[in-house]
Nanobody, 114 residues
Framework: QVQLVESGGGLVQAGGSLRLSCAASGSIFSINVMGWYRQAPGKQRELVARITSGGNTTYADFVKGRFTISRDNAANTVYLQMNSLKPDDTGVYYC????????WGLGTQVTVSS
């Protein structure tokens, strides 16, 4: 089992920044992929960004140049630095861990006001 605990969400004005963190604990495999997904009201959950344990990153087109994903393998923690936030970025952001199985965090709310 793997437990994921997210933090860092909140309310911010358009153009502002937030930093999300997700700490993983439990049976962590050294080779894994961690990432962030988001779900806006009435919409499907979508990939925001993911990063492998080797540091390879993937970003959704709508966040390129604004968001940066990073990780601390020693701490089993992944971060999402979100800059130039837009109202369309509003949603619940979920941490994801994939190795032999897939796990999800409970989510953290991000609200961007115009």
């Amino acid at each position: 089992q793997v437990q994921l605990v997210e933090s860092g969400g909140g309310l911010v004005q358009a153009g502002g920044s937030l930093r999300l963190s997700c700490a993983a604990s439990g049976s962590i495999f050294s080779i894994n992929v961690m990432g962030w997904y988001r779900q806006a009201p009435g919409k499907q959950r979508e990939l925001v960004a993911r990063i492998t344990s080797g540091g390879n990153t993937t970003y959704a087109d709508f966040v390129k140049g604004r968001f940066t994903i990073s990780r601390d393998n020693a701490a089993n923690t992944v971060y999402l630095q979100m800059n130039s936030l837009k109202p369309d970025d509003t949603g619940v952001y979920y941490c994801n861990y994939r190795a032999t199985r897939e796990y999800w965090g409970l989510g953290t709310q991000v609200t961007v006001s115009s």
